[in-house]
């Protein structure tokens, strides 16, 4: 499976950790960038690309990085085509996939140890999307919303 890695300066130790580990677990890792330290770059750019690139490569996953994860996350979810959910334990993790397909996972780099961040990376990838009905209808909307931005109606 191809993963691709995006981060900021917050982010990137813990990118550069996860780009050497998984690569060792046998994913192919595609490092969007940074692909040096600069104390003073932006997210957006990193986090945009490497959703284009996972709506670009059916099958792929993403992790987006920074120092708590949340901007990252929503730079992320601007890219039509992508579900990006911040995780903060192994059960968001998983959950972000099973019920929610979540094609690219947000971590804060600041907010767990490299061993930590690292289990939620891993439990992302390697938990499936459940296929259940009602989270599949739920994921449908929303893809929707995406493609004509009409408002559902309120129950």
Known sequence: M???LAADHAGYE?????????????????????????PDDDYPAFCLHAGARV???????????GG??????IA??????????????????????THNDANI??????????DEATT????FLATGFSGNDRHARRISQVAAYE???????LP
Do not use: C, M
């Open 2 to 4: 191809r993963v691709y």
């Open 120 to 123: 939620l990376v891993e439990a």
């Open 147 to 153: 493609v004509d931005r009409e408002l559902p109606p």
């Open 68 to 73: 708590s994860g949340n901007g990252e996350q």
């Open 55 to 65: 709506v670009a490569d059916p099958g792929s996953l993403g992790v987006v990085i």
């Open 105 to 114: 996972v947000a971590i804060g780099a600041r907010q767990h140890t490299l």
């Open 76 to 97: 992320a979810n601007k890219v039509a085509g992508v579900r990006a959910a911040l995780a903060w334990n192994l059960e968001t993790a998983q959950l972000a996939r």
């Open 14 to 38: 813990l990118k550069v950790h996860l780009a050497n580990h998984l690569a060792k677990q046998g994913y192919e890792v595609t490092d969007v960038g940074p692909h040096e330290f600069d």
